[in-house]
């Protein structure tokens, strides 16, 4: 089993940054697929970020690309989602996912089989 828990979410206003925080505990592996998903007031959960917990590869949302990144430490299993100048559309709850599986696809939410209980992060202007 492994256990997600998300923090770092809050009120914060237009063009702030923000980062958000992952800590994962239990059975991980190298091949783990590490992700970011959101899911905003009325709107479906969507794909943010995502990479494996080894390597290099990073992967983003093509509409997301450019003000958020995904980071791992490995050292202290944690992963984390930068998010820089925040929009209004940013408002939503954000969450934590993890595959076990090396290969997938990064966008779809079903291969996931870990989830956090999720952060909210409210922009105002």
């Known amino acids: 089993q492994v256990q997600l828990v998300e923090s770092g979410g809050g009120l914060v206003q237009v063009g702030d940054s923000l980062r958000l925080s992952c800590a994962i505990s239990?059975?991980?592996?190298?091949?783990?697929?590490m992700a970011w998903f959101r899911r905003a007031p009325g709107k479906e959960r969507e794909f943010v970020a995502g990479r494996r917990w080894s390597g290099t590869g990073t992967y983003y949302a093509d509409s997301l690309k450019g003000r958020f990144t995904i980071s791992r430490d490995n050292a202290n299993n944690m992963l984390y989602l930068q998010i820089d100048l925040l929009r209004l559309e940013d408002t939503a709850v954000y969450y934590c996912a993890a595959d076990p599986r090396y290969a997938g696809t990064w966008h779809n939410e079903n291969e996931y089989t870990y989830w956090g209980q999720g952060t909210q992060v409210t922009v105002s202007s």
């Open positions: 239990g059975r991980t592996s190298s091949e783990f697929r």
